[in-house]
């Protein structure tokens, strides 16, 4: 009895053991790959079909300036461009810089109608963490490297709300390359943003008004498809790239 409870207890050691090593392998599976190193990595919005599914939303929800009751705004950008750049093949997170949300043919960021809107990403970064990716879950950091800064959206010339550095989760990755081939990673995120990361400013002004929120109770980011594309770090030489 002493000899098999031995054998029983051993094997459930080894189970776990083997358990724990799948369940690690399975979570080291989960990377940003590149064919080159360096690697350049740089965004491209995904337009299907002549359709375009690559706007990215913010909405923020909270109590209204008259009276408190709930209310809303929503700003609608086109194409995020930014680059991140890697010294390996593959990586578990990658910073992205020079961002901004404009066209190559200057389009901006819309509220309620109007393209004055913009949005300054001042000493601010994307951090991205490859795990949970898969599922959509992936994590998301805003960085900024000045003390007070945040992504500043302005109406008008006139600083209306601040998104101050925040970590989150609700980013997903999977490859759009045809035919299942490994060539280009495509990015979606469905983002709960802190309130407290949401800071209205200038509430009084006549621009900032128009938001019509005195307090913030929520805010989210949501994206439609948006294309990551590789290349060598110098030269500009296409390369591959996939997540997995």
């Given at each position: 009895?002493?000899?098999?409870?031995?054998?029983?207890?051993?094997?459930?050691?080894?189970?776990?053991?083997?358990?724990?090593?799948?369940?690690?392998?399975?979570?080291?599976?989960?990377?940003?790959?590149?064919?080159?190193?360096?690697?350049?990595?740089?965004?491209?919005?995904?337009?299907?079909?002549?359709?375009?599914?690559?706007?990215?939303?913010?909405?923020?929800?909270?109590?209204?300036?008259?009276?408190?009751?709930?209310?809303s705004f929503s700003i609608t950008c086109?194409?995020?461009?930014?680059?991140?750049?890697?010294?390996?093949?593959?990586?578990?997170?990658?910073?992205?810089?020079?961002?901004?949300?404009?066209?190559?043919?200057?389009?901006?960021?819309?509220?309620?109608?109007?393209?004055?809107?913009?949005?300054?990403?001042?000493?601010?970064?994307?951090?991205?963490?490859?795990?949970?990716?898969?599922?959509?879950?992936?994590?998301?950091?805003?960085?900024?490297?000045?003390?007070?800064?945040?992504?500043?959206?302005?109406?008008?010339?006139?600083?209306?709300?601040?998104?101050?550095?925040?970590?989150?989760?609700?980013?997903?990755?999977?490859?759009?390359g045809v035919g299942g081939a490994k060539?280009?990673?495509?990015?979606?995120?469905?983002?709960?943003?802190?309130?407290?990361?949401?800071?209205?400013?200038?509430?009084?002004?006549?621009?900032?008004?128009?938001?019509?929120?005195?307090?913030?109770?929520?805010?989210?980011?949501?994206?439609?498809?948006?294309?990551?594309?590789?290349?060598?770090?110098?030269?500009?030489?296409?390369?591959?790239?996939?997540?997995?």
């Amino acid at each position: 009895m002493i000899r098999n409870l031995k054998a029983l207890i051993g094997a459930a050691i080894a189970l776990t053991i083997f358990g724990n090593l799948s369940g690690n392998a399975q979570a080291a599976e989960e990377k940003f790959h590149c064919s080159v190193e360096p690697c350049r990595a740089t965004l491209a919005p995904d337009e299907t079909a002549g359709t375009a599914t690559a706007h990215h939303v913010l909405v923020v929800k909270g109590k209204t300036t008259l009276g408190g009751a709930e209310g809303s705004f929503s700003i609608t950008c086109p194409q995020l461009m930014g680059e991140a750049k890697s010294t390996t093949k593959t990586a578990i997170e990658v910073t992205l810089t020079n961002l901004k949300y404009v066209t190559a043919s200057g389009f901006r960021c819309q509220f309620a109608g109007s393209e004055s809107f913009e949005i300054n990403f001042t000493s601010c970064d994307y951090g991205f963490k490859s795990t949970g990716g898969s599922t959509s879950t992936a994590g998301i950091h805003v960085l900024c490297t000045t003390a007070g800064d945040g992504i500043d959206l302005r109406l008008g010339g006139v600083l209306c709300v601040q998104i101050t550095p925040f970590t989150s989760t609700g980013i997903g990755y999977h490859d759009a390359g045809v035919g299942g081939a490994k060539k280009v990673v495509t990015a979606t995120a469905n983002v709960a943003i802190p309130p407290a990361a949401v800071d209205l400013k200038n509430v009084g002004d006549s621009h900032c008004s128009s938001f019509g929120l005195s307090t913030v109770t929520s805010a989210s980011y949501t994206t439609g498809n948006t294309l990551v594309k590789a290349e060598t770090d110098s030269g500009g030489v296409t390369a591959e790239a996939w997540f997995e």
